[in-house]
């Protein structure tokens, strides 16, 4: 594979309005396996970076670069990001979207075997229960301000001081409880909870079921990334899955309910 191929294979994931060059560097770079030179234009991609063992070239790891650097691309060029800082989360989110196109056209592809696959499972459960861990100190954090205010105690000297927790984690930690059960990791529940709309919870909470990284997830989440769509079947059914998460959110909510209740029942019982 040479540049002009790498370039195509890039067009073939984004059509960029603003033409760019790429170009094998032919060296071998401790610092870095790209760049992009905003200034000419150009995608440098240090080829020697991504020779195999037998000599041969791993094109997937080297396109995963030069996607990487077309991203910048987008950012500079089309965009207009003048930031100092490279990376910051437009990036990320336009450097994501840009891996999932190429991944639907084959031009990169995340090679997962079992075992990884595995552990990916695994961490995804753990986020679950870590993300259902925070909603049960926010439970037992709105239990302790009841008491204080019951006791004549101050709240936050109770959290910070005697429980060791910070205010920004007792606060996550209710926000994430009001959110309720979305099923969704630890980080997504954090950016859902983070969220000060309805729009923009539910905006978080479907990207994230849709297979959205945390920084798209945040991007879909904007204002401006949140354009109702003008065909009349495409608005009704956004509001029905809308209706649904609603209904789905009341009917766990309605379930703790009757849980908590039949605990005091029980417990009333002699």
């Not at 650097?69 to 989360?89: F, P, T």
Request: with cysteine.
């Amino acid at each position: 594979m040479n540049s002009e191929q790498v370039k195509e294979k890039l067009e073939s994931v984004h059509k960029s309005p603003v033409d760019y060059t790429v170009i094998f560097s032919g060296k071998k770079s401790l610092k870095a396996n790209g760049l992009y030179r905003p200034g000419s234009r150009e995608i440098i991609i240090h080829n020697k970076n991504f020779a195999n063992e037998d000599g041969g070239l791993n094109e997937n790891r080297l396109m995963f670069t030069a996607i990487h650097e077309l991203a910048h691309h987008v950012m500079r060029a089309e965009k207009g990001d003048r930031s100092r800082r490279a990376h910051g989360q437009d990036f990320w989110a336009a450097f994501h979207g840009l891996l999932d196109a190429a991944e639907e056209r084959g031009v990169y592809r995340a090679e997962i075997d079992a075992d990884t696959q595995k552990l990916i499972d695994e961490v995804r459960d753990i986020s679950v229960r870590i993300a259902g861990l925070q909603r049960e100190l926010g439970r037992v954090i709105c239990a302790i301000n009841e008491s204080c205010k019951k006791n004549g105690l101050r709240e936050e000297d109770i959290i910070e001081r005697k429980a060791q927790i910070s205010r920004q984690t007792a606060k996550a930690a209710v926000a994430a409880l009001c959110l309720g059960d979305t099923g969704l990791g630890a980080d997504m529940q954090a950016e859902a909870a983070r969220q000060r709309t309805e729009a923009g919870r539910e905006a978080v909470t479907e990207a994230a079921q849709n297979g959205a990284s945390v920084i798209q997830a945040k991007k879909a989440a904007r204002p401006e990334s949140r354009m109702e769509p003008e065909d009349e079947a495409a608005k009704l059914e956004l509001e029905k899955r809308r209706v649904e998460r609603t209904i789905e959110s009341l009917e766990r909510k309605l379930e703790e309910i009757r849980k908590e209740l039949g605990e005091l029942n029980s417990g009333g019982k002699t």
